[in-house]
């Protein structure tokens, strides 16, 4: 258990839909990224937060929103979905610290299917 | 921004053969390179990782190799094991910036 945890673990929705995607991170770490899995793809960073504010950003579609609350938990919204949102969502937590030997470690994903 | 080449995308070795997964980073800055381990359907874990002011590092099977001046590392496992079948990404980052992973290397392990 890398103590990230991601809720829904599984979300079957229909297209045009909104859902949100829960995380919460490992004790102590104040840095939230959220990471989005197609079948047989990679690792498509989507947006970092770090306490509270937003740190980094990937190729996120403006259709997708993110924010870190204070008590340090995140959300990913996704609006008006379409089949290929599709997806394995990945959130993982990390000190933020940028020290050289950070290390991050990630949820076991929600599993968004969009029929 | 960083830019993280893996190779290759798949990998079948037989149980007991040696595999060697390879990338490469853009960014002279990197001083960071983690390698993260993804089974089917479940979320990846880190399972080494080296910093740029050191040329090696290993842990039982596995091994990580660093070079700076052509700026690629790769992945060693030795003595292959059914288990160890699963996809395996590389990674690079420069200080507070993101982890940029790589495209992931599929290693198949037949026994």
């Known amino acids: 258990d890398s103590g990230v945890t991601q809720t829904p673990k599984h979300l079957i929705t229909a297209t045009g839909q909104r859902v949100t995607l829960r995380c919460s991170p490992r004790s102590g770490d104040l840095s939230v990224y959220w990471y989005q899995q197609s079948l047989d793809q990679g690792l498509q960073f989507l947006i970092q937060y770090y306490n509270g504010e937003e740190r980094a950003k990937g190729n996120i579609l403006e259709r997708f929103s993110a924010q870190q609350f204070p008590d340090l938990h995140s959300e990913l919204n996704l609006s008006s979905l379409e089949l290929g949102d599709s997806a394995l969502y990945f959130c993982?937590?990390?000190?933020?610290?940028?020290?050289?030997?950070?290390?991050?470690?990630f949820g076991s994903g929600t599993q968004l299917s969009v029929l | 921004g960083e830019n993280v080449e893996q190779h290759p995308s798949t990998l079948s070795v037989q149980e007991g053969d040696s595999a060697v997964i390879k990338c490469t980073y853009s960014?002279?800055?990197?001083?960071?390179f983690p390698w993260y381990k993804q089974e089917l359907g479940k979320r990846p874990q880190l399972i080494i990782d080296i910093r740029s002011n050191v040329g090696e590092k290993k842990d039982q099977r596995i091994a990580v190799t660093l070079n700076k001046t052509a700026k690629h590392f790769s992945l060693h496992i030795t003595e292959t094991q059914p288990e160890d079948s699963a996809v395996y990404f590389c990674a690079a980052r420069a200080g507070f910036q993101k982890l940029v992973f790589g495209t992931g290397t599929r290693l198949l392990v037949s026994p």
């Open positions: 960014d002279s800055a990197s001083n960071y």
């Open positions: 993982a937590s990390s000190t933020g610290t940028g020290l050289h030997n950070e290390k991050l470690f």
